[in-house]
């Protein structure tokens, strides 16, 4: 298979693809991998260049590990922090620890993307660096309209676009209409004396924040704030000393740790509503179709999975002609509520707890005498290793 190096110059002679993806994160490089390994014609419509930050835990189940050995990445483990222990304290200090029953490996999205991206550029996948304004199904195909390049047609379209986007507004979802009250910080730090194989959730009021070591040695810390509770201090740097520091875990962290990056990355608007897996005929796969909360730690791997679900479909539609476009959609439904509604809704019960600090105080003393009972909690938001 040839390997496209100038896209730009390929899309000039050809304007139709097999399969466009749109969005060049986890769910969507995952998919493009999977299907371009089935004989499929993939073209990747991603608005960043790689390689770049991304708002996120940077921590990865195990349980997509099989799968993405088999799309060809090797997931190094000597060069990679390898998690088993989670840690989890209230914002008074008490807290807990448990093996983790899968585990997981720390990997920045600096990093993991730009690998997935290479693979997938030699393997034969086509980028294209544009913005999608609009998508329209005309019959049996579909049209993407780009804000720089002339538009283009496919036989399938994956949404992997990420938590909110405006395609998001011109498909009328739902949630685009509902104001988010969250808000997410993320920065990376200089850390030597950070457990390599922990991961930790601290609460602190208003928000919980995640830790953990990425492939460099550094520390990833990741929260999630409501906007109302931040917008009482001046600033990331006021809200970190006055609010974050509240918890003792968290106190002693940012006051050894030396900042990475020149200013933190944030995000607002996140939104934890329910989404749904379809879209104008679109697939959608990843943050696009359901986003689970931080806490629970999963949502990169659930990214990998619900590529690999929404891959499946696609390439039994394309090579099949009796297999009709509503049973493919209707089977990545099933198949998409099967594998993660459960988990949602256990991480949407879950973060209502970790925000009452009262209750969550409680829990966390719970917790303690019954490690049995959080590795269940563990359980509720986690898969099981899949396969190619």
Avoid at 170 to 184: G, I, V
Wanted: one cysteine or more.
């Amino acid at each position: 298979m040839s390997v496209f190096l100038f896209p730009n110059d390929y899309l000039q002679t050809v304007n139709r693809f097999e399969v466009v993806i749109i969005g060049g994160g986890l769910a969507g490089l995952t998919a493009a991998l999977d299907l371009v390994s089935k004989g499929k014609q993939v073209l990747v419509i991603e608005k960043n260049t790689y390689p770049n930050h991304k708002v996120c835990g940077e921590y990865v189940s195990n349980e997509v590990k099989p799968y993405l050995q088999s799309l060809g990445l090797t997931v190094d483990n000597g060069q990679l922090p390898q998690i088993d222990t989670l840690q989890i304290s209230t914002s008074k200090g008490n807290s807990v620890e448990v093996e983790l029953p899968l585990g997981g490996f720390g990997i920045s999205r600096y990093t993991f993307d730009n690998q997935l991206y290479n693979l997938a550029k030699r393997k034969g996948v086509v980028f294209l660096h544009d913005a999608v304004t609009q998508v329209n199904f005309q019959g049996s195909d579909f049209r993407i309209e780009l804000g720089r390049n002339d538009g283009i047609e496919a036989r399938m379209v994956i949404g992997a676009h990420g938590k909110r986007s405006q395609l998001d507004s011109k498909l009328e979802r739902h949630f685009m209409t509902r104001k988010s009250p969250w808000l997410a910080v993320k920065s990376h730090f200089d850390n030597p004396g950070y457990p390599p194989n922990l991961v930790a959730l601290h609460n602190f009021p208003g928000g919980y924040g995640g830790l953990s070591q990425i492939e460099n040695g550094n520390v990833n810390f990741c929260y999630l704030v409501r906007y109302s509770d931040f917008k009482k201090e001046r600033d990331i740097d006021s809200f970190n000393k006055n609010v974050v520091s509240q918890n003792p875990f968290l106190r002693d962290f940012l006051s050894n740790a030396h900042a990475v990056f020149t200013k933190p990355m944030a995000i607002g608007q996140i939104s934890f509503a329910k989404k749904h897996p379809i879209e104008n005929h679109m697939l959608m796969c990843g943050d696009s179709a359901g986003l689970i909360h931080p806490l629970c730690g999963n949502g990169m791997a659930m990214a990998i999975h619900s590529a690999k679900l929404a891959s499946t479909q696609v390439n039994l539609f394309l090579k099949n002609p009796s297999y009709t476009r509503k049973e493919m959609e209707m089977n990545y439904a099933t198949a998409w509520k099967m594998n993660f509604e459960k988990r949602l809704w256990a991480g949407r019960r879950l973060q209502g707890i970790f925000m009452h600090t009262k209750w969550f105080d409680f829990g966390i003393r719970t917790l303690a005498q019954s490690k049995f009972l959080l590795r269940n909690l563990i359980r509720t938001t986690h898969g099981t290793p899949i396969y190619s």
